[in-house]
């Protein structure tokens, strides 16, 4: 038994052209929408419309843009499309189509060129209504709109709005005229923006590829029917955010005495700094966390040989995978512990005096191909990236650690920094409490994710890579990857028998 799950879909064009009561419209439609064809059928008329509305509010007669402006604004706002808006409008229907409830509102209802923010308490309230929010809009000069960075400011000047995203989710789409325009920096600045306010954030699903979310291609007005990936993109978000969304709010709970398995990966370290502070931080976590460390930094991690049958074959999630064996390389024997965690935190100690410091990183984040082509072996973890540093603000690892383990389909949550001072222990109070809100997550997201019906079934789809001749044995494979998913899910129905305290359960114990 599920709670609903509502996303909020908020448009950051200035183009948008459904606004005000009428954006109630949009809802109506995408809810007559039936399948993929109709959909991307409308997407194309809806464009083609808002074009005509830009003709007609004066480009044909060659007005001025200041004028077409002003006419824009006094149509009703009930039909056509911004680029950014269809790519919205995809990635609502197809949540919609996964069972989650949509909404929509555009935030140039609401902040004003004058910089006054119009309906303040309505905004709110739609915010608040909301469990997840998913923000679309262009990219300008390879960021976010003004618009979408007045949302965050909205959110960050009122203290109780933002203590109450704590734990919500967060995606987003961004549209740039070029194709590489700054799709993905925008994405990325807008997510760890979000994640500062509370916010828990996802990419896309694996339906494209995993990404850090939407990312289309479209610069003039009403041309964005014309890049199917990008609406592809787009609605891998609107499906992964309902995916996590569903996960999120089950009925369900780990059994009391089960706590959420945390794995810290030590992955650079400096004089041991990194393994005692994670020693330090899972003994205050004992009570509520089930904490293993694994410390990389000490042990000998070649570098991935990129080759083309990545993973080896196809096998149990229990077979190290990877084409390196031996010669001193130390994954295959760490394999097992990297798998059956609910939460990982990934831990780098970064100095000034490089000397020091001693890293796996880079090599093991490129090493861990294997498990995401293997069918994305840590999807929905949460994940809560730990940094330690003497000169915080120019250590880049913090961000390098959520772009790549997001690829993973993991659910990222703040990053944690710790400044190192000159001398005794480090304060670890925030980086305390943020690990208790990303536990707290994980017990919500594995009592979710174990009382999820059919197993995990996202799938690696290895757009870009050109297979090799092993792996043309098709039959074979499909027949392999069928007891993979099996075993998957038997593993996970024995985890969820033994983890799980069911809703049902409670409410006959309840009602007893
Ligand atoms: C001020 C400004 C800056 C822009 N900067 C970029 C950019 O850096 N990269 C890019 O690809 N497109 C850029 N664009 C183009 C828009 O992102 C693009 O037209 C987008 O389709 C607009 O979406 P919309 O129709 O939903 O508003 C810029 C547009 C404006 C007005």
Not at 69 to 89: F, V
Not at 137 to 154: H, K, Q, T, W
Not at 229 to 249: A, C, E, N, P
Not at 260 to 275: E, N, T
Request: with cysteine.
């Amino acid at each position: 038994m599920n709670h609903p799950r509502r996303l909020l879909g908020i448009t950051a064009s200035l183009r948008s052209a459904r606004r005000g009561v009428a954006e109630e419209s949009l809802l109506t439609e995408l809810a007559s929408i039936e399948n993929l064809e109709q959909l991307l059928e409308w997407i194309g008329q809806q464009s083609r419309m808002h074009l005509e509305q830009f003709l007609e509010a004066g480009r044909r007669e060659g007005k001025p843009f200041e004028e077409i402006y002003r006419n824009l604004q006094k149509l009703p706002g009930n039909k056509g499309l911004s680029n950014s808006e269809a790519a919205l409008a995809a990635a609502l229907w197809a949540a919609r189509q996964d069972g989650t409830a949509i909404g929509h509102l555009s935030l140039s209802d609401h902040f004003k060129v004058s910089g006054k923010v119009r309906e303040p308490d309505l905004l709110r309230r739609r915010l608040l209504e909301s469990d997840g929010i998913l923000l679309s809009g262009p990219v300008y000069f390879g960021d976010r709109s003004s618009l979408a960075e007045s949302l965050v400011d909205f959110i960050a000047r009122d203290e109780t709005l933002r203590q109450s995203m704590e734990g919500r989710l967060f995606g987003a789409i961004s549209v740039g005229a070029k194709r590489n325009g700054g799709q993905e920096t925008t994405l990325i600045y807008q997510m760890l923006d979000m994640m500062a306010l509370g916010f828990l954030a996802v990419g896309n699903d694996s339906d494209t590829t995993a990404q850090y979310g939407g990312t289309c291609h479209a610069g003039d007005v009403g041309t964005i029917h014309k890049d199917r990936y990008g609406i592809d993109t787009s609605m891998g978000v609107g499906r992964r955010m309902s995916h996590v969304l569903d996960y999120l709010h089950h009925d369900h709970r780990l059994k009391a005495g089960e706590a959420p398995r945390v794995l810290f990966l030590i992955l650079q370290d400096a004089d041991g700094i990194g393994l005692a502070q994670a020693e330090r931080l899972t003994t205050r976590l004992a009570g509520i966390a089930a904490c293993s460390i694994l410390d990389l930094s000490s042990r000998e991690i070649h570098r991935c040989i990129a080759c083309d049958i990545c993973p080896t074959h196809v096998d149990l999630d229990e077979i190290y995978r990877c084409i390196i064996h031996g010669r001193g390389d130390a994954l295959e024997s760490l394999h097992e512990g990297l798998l059956h965690h609910d939460m990982l935190v990934p831990v780098t100690v970064t100095l000034r005096d490089r000397s020091r410091v001693r890293s796996n990183y880079q090599s093991f984040m490129e090493r861990t191909r294997y498990l995401r082509r293997g069918d994305y072996l840590w999807s929905d973890l949460v994940v809560a990236p730990l940094s330690f540093t003497d000169h915080p603000g120019e250590d880049l690892l913090p961000v390098r650690m959520i772009t790549s383990l997001i690829r993973h389909h993991t659910v990222v949550t703040h990053p944690s920094v710790v400044t190192l001072g000159a001398g005794g222990e480090p304060d670890l109070t925030l980086a305390l409490q943020r690990l208790n809100l990303a536990v707290r997550t994980a017990a919500r997201l594995t009592a979710g994710r174990l009382a999820a019906t059919s197993a995990n079934n996202l799938r690696y789809n290895p757009v870009g890579y050109i297979l090799s001749a092993h792996k043309s044995l098709e039959d074979e494979r499909h027949a392999l990857r069928q007891r993979m998913v099996d075993e998957r899910k038997a593993q996970l129905q024995r985890e969820a028998e033994r983890r799980l305290d069911r809703a049902p359960d409670r409410d006959q114990d309840a009602s007893a």
